[in-house]
């Protein structure tokens, strides 16, 4: 059996290094058009900042050791430029050499990975301080260009994992960051509220946020001098980071007439299999599936295409590996903020028809006498089945164990109750005696059965339409003093029992204090007093604070 694999950079080696662990009988071949193989491609940023020491380091693997470990030939700097699935053939070209060649497969693989996108106007020119972040080789001129030009200020485009990666990178050169995103928020896949999170602190750190907004033109010839924006900002910059998303590389496949999924990705089954029975398509170039919808998902991860090239590797050398979806867990750093999320978000959960119960915790990650710090977990629950559907975590320490604790359980389909119920490791030093996915558990699961939240957004578009409704302060008076909800009435929790004979029981009340611990206090005493509605401001008046201030500084 001869195997080959067009790709060969995350998915393409994993395909040929499981493959070859399965069987010692099949000749393996890996045509790569690209110098490099195997690199990190998220470690890009990184590289450029300075934060790993060397471009080489990204390289740890070339073609001598492929062949000598796995007994698998990498050609490097080999374009396949045809595909000829009836007669199992596929065209070669030489890009040092400039031959071409036809060589013969049994089964073939696409990894052929996905192409920065390159966004108007600069489709219409190439300009010498414009830059893509994908390759080894654009690594290197990005790095060169800093050094060789004193670049003080640089505008990036797009506010993505990259967009955000590259400019927490250059701000720590030292180089001024305008940050120009078309959605009106950064990470466009996280919900406005968490994303607004990152923009304070992105803003705190000096980059200047443009969001809603794009290039409309540039101005210069050789170099882009400045961009004009949509909005009529006049952008100046030394460089200009594209940070846009990707596009699969399908043409291959295309011309061929494999089939391409909703998400105009490769569609294969869970075996990788595409709908030519000999080819076989995994990483970048292939849309993937929900774990929670079972809805085409495109998530162009790292870690997805790594695990997808296992996955055909062992199908096609005989094994029963399946692939079975993803949650789009994601994880990214903003200087010294951790963003993680997975799952739907809450305007996903809507899109798809759930009808979701919503907490927002704040907890600190430890103890506070060890130097914990506050994290916001939101997240949310089916209502009907109770089903953890997704969550999304800010803060600066312990993010990443959260969040992958929360995808763990979300796909073995675990309900709220069960969050509370995981034997999760304790130690002041690295958690509190509730961790805070036990307390999501206690908060979502009471919410479900006698405890009901009310978000923020509900709450104002609530008081907007006139709605009758009683809001308690169970803060101290200084802290009310401070900031209140509108339209809020102090009454402490201590003074709760013997006032609350002054409101009305059929009244819809809300209770908060500044983060929840204490409204849900308050909410369990007027429900154990008769009150017929009493909801828990989700996230206290801090998180509503920061929502207010979100809706002001965007004007929704």
């Given at each position: 059996m001869k195997i080959i694999v067009i790709g060969s950079v995350a998915a393409g080696t994993s395909v040929a290094a499981k493959a070859r662990r399965n069987t010692e009988e099949a000749e393996i071949v890996v045509y790569e058009q690209g110098k490099e193989i195997s690199y990190s491609v998220c470690g890009i940023p990184y590289a450029i900042g300075g934060e790993v020491s060397s471009i080489e380091e990204l390289t740890p693997r070339d073609t001598q050791w492929f062949k000598s470990r796995y007994n698998v030939d990498v050609k490097t700097e080999h374009s396949v430029v045809r595909i000829d699935k009836d007669n199992q053939t596929v065209q070669v070209r030489n890009l040092k050499t400039g031959e071409a060649f036809l060589d013969r497969y049994d089964t073939l693989v696409l990894a052929t990975g996905a192409s920065p996108i390159t966004p108007h106007p600069f489709d219409k020119s190439t300009y010498s301080n414009v830059f893509q972040v994908r390759t080894i080789e654009n690594t290197r001129h990005i790095k060169d260009y800093i050094q060789m030009n004193q670049v003080k200020s640089a505008v990036v485009i797009g506010a993505g994992f990259i967009g955000l990666e590259m400019t927490e990178q250059l701000t720590n050169l030292g180089i001024n960051v305008s940050l120009v995103e078309l959605a009106n928020q950064v990470m466009p896949s996280m919900d406005a509220d968490m994303a607004f999170r990152v923009e304070e602190h992105l803003a705190e750190h000096g980059a200047a946020l443009y969001l809603g907004d794009t290039v409309a033109s540039i101005q210069g010839e050789q170099r882009a001098e400045q961009l004009l924006t949509t909005k009529g900002h006049t952008l100046g910059a030394d460089m200009v980071i594209l940070a846009t998303g990707v596009r699969p590389n399908t043409a291959l496949a295309e011309e061929i007439g494999i089939e391409l999924g909703k998400t105009k990705a490769i569609k294969v089954n869970t075996r990788m299999q595409t709908s030519v029975?000999?080819?076989?398509?995994?990483?970048?170039?292939?849309?993937?599936?929900?774990?929670?919808?079972?809805?085409?998902?495109?998530?162009?991860?790292?870690?997805?295409?790594?695990?997808?090239?296992?996955?055909?590797?062992?199908?096609?050398?005989?094994?029963?590996?399946?692939?079975?979806?993803?949650?789009?867990?994601?994880?990214?750093?903003?200087?010294?903020?951790?963003?993680?999320?997975?799952?739907?978000?809450?305007?996903?959960?809507?899109?798809?028809?759930?009808?979701?119960?919503?907490?927002?915790?704040?907890?600190?990650?430890?103890?506070?006498?060890?130097?914990?710090?506050?994290?916001?977990?939101?997240?949310?629950?089916?209502?009907?089945?109770?089903?953890?559907?997704?969550?999304?975590?800010?803060?600066?320490?312990?993010?990443?164990?959260?969040?992958?604790?929360l995808a763990t359980a979300i796909s073995f389909k675990a309900k709220a109750e069960d969050l509370f119920h995981l034997d999760l490791a304790y130690a002041p030093p690295?958690?509190?005696?509730?961790?805070?996915?036990?307390?999501?558990?206690?908060?979502?699961?009471?919410?479900?059965?006698?405890?009901?939240?009310?978000?923020?957004?509900?709450?104002?578009?609530?008081?907007?339409?006139?709605?009758?409704?009683?809001?308690?302060?169970?803060?101290?008076?200084?802290?009310?003093?401070?900031?209140?909800?509108?339209?809020?009435?102090?009454?402490?929790?201590?003074?709760?029992?013997?006032?609350?004979?002054?409101?009305?029981?059929?009244?819809?009340?809300?209770?908060?204090?500044?983060?929840?611990?204490?409204?849900?206090?308050?909410?369990?005493?007027?429900?154990?007093?008769?009150?017929?509605?009493?909801?828990?401001?989700?996230?206290?008046?801090?998180?509503?604070?920061?929502?207010?201030?979100?809706?002001?500084?965007?004007?929704?």
């Amino acid at each position: 059996m001869k195997i080959i694999v067009i790709g060969s950079v995350a998915a393409g080696t994993s395909v040929a290094a499981k493959a070859r662990r399965n069987t010692e009988e099949a000749e393996i071949v890996v045509y790569e058009q690209g110098k490099e193989i195997s690199y990190s491609v998220c470690g890009i940023p990184y590289a450029i900042g300075g934060e790993v020491s060397s471009i080489e380091e990204l390289t740890p693997r070339d073609t001598q050791w492929f062949k000598s470990r796995y007994n698998v030939d990498v050609k490097t700097e080999h374009s396949v430029v045809r595909i000829d699935k009836d007669n199992q053939t596929v065209q070669v070209r030489n890009l040092k050499t400039g031959e071409a060649f036809l060589d013969r497969y049994d089964t073939l693989v696409l990894a052929t990975g996905a192409s920065p996108i390159t966004p108007h106007p600069f489709d219409k020119s190439t300009y010498s301080n414009v830059f893509q972040v994908r390759t080894i080789e654009n690594t290197r001129h990005i790095k060169d260009y800093i050094q060789m030009n004193q670049v003080k200020s640089a505008v990036v485009i797009g506010a993505g994992f990259i967009g955000l990666e590259m400019t927490e990178q250059l701000t720590n050169l030292g180089i001024n960051v305008s940050l120009v995103e078309l959605a009106n928020q950064v990470m466009p896949s996280m919900d406005a509220d968490m994303a607004f999170r990152v923009e304070e602190h992105l803003a705190e750190h000096g980059a200047a946020l443009y969001l809603g907004d794009t290039v409309a033109s540039i101005q210069g010839e050789q170099r882009a001098e400045q961009l004009l924006t949509t909005k009529g900002h006049t952008l100046g910059a030394d460089m200009v980071i594209l940070a846009t998303g990707v596009r699969p590389n399908t043409a291959l496949a295309e011309e061929i007439g494999i089939e391409l999924g909703k998400t105009k990705a490769i569609k294969v089954n869970t075996r990788m299999q595409t709908s030519v029975p000999t080819i076989y398509a995994v990483g970048d170039v292939v849309e993937s599936f929900s774990l929670i919808t079972g809805q085409p998902l495109y998530r162009p991860l790292g870690s997805t295409a790594n695990k997808m090239g296992r996955i055909a590797g062992d199908v096609i050398t005989g094994g029963t590996l399946e692939h079975r979806g993803i949650l789009g867990t994601g994880i990214y750093r903003v200087f010294d903020l951790q963003i993680g999320q997975t799952g739907l978000t809450e305007k996903e959960a809507s899109h798809y028809g759930y009808e979701v119960e919503v907490l927002y915790n704040i907890k600190p990650d430890h103890a506070d006498y060890l130097g914990g710090k506050e994290m916001t977990i939101k997240a949310l629950a089916d209502k009907a089945s109770k089903r953890v559907l997704g969550a999304q975590i800010v803060g600066q320490n312990g993010v990443d164990k959260r969040i992958d604790v929360l995808a763990t359980a979300i796909s073995f389909k675990a309900k709220a109750e069960d969050l509370f119920h995981l034997d999760l490791a304790y130690a002041p030093p690295f958690a509190t005696t509730k961790d805070p996915v036990l307390y999501t558990g206690m908060g979502l699961d009471n919410a479900l059965n006698s405890n009901p939240l009310m978000s923020p957004e509900a709450l104002i578009k609530r008081q907007g339409k006139g709605d009758s409704l009683y809001i308690i302060d169970t803060r101290s008076k200084n802290d009310y003093e401070k900031s209140h909800v509108k339209g809020a009435v102090h009454i402490p929790l201590a003074d709760l029992r013997k006032r609350a004979n002054e409101l009305d029981k059929t009244i819809p009340t809300v209770t908060y204090c500044n983060k929840g611990v204490t409204g849900n206090a308050a909410q369990n005493i007027l429900l154990n007093l008769g009150f017929e509605a009493v909801f828990n401001l989700s996230g206290g008046n801090k998180n509503y604070q920061l929502y207010q201030q979100m809706l002001h500084s965007k004007k929704y």
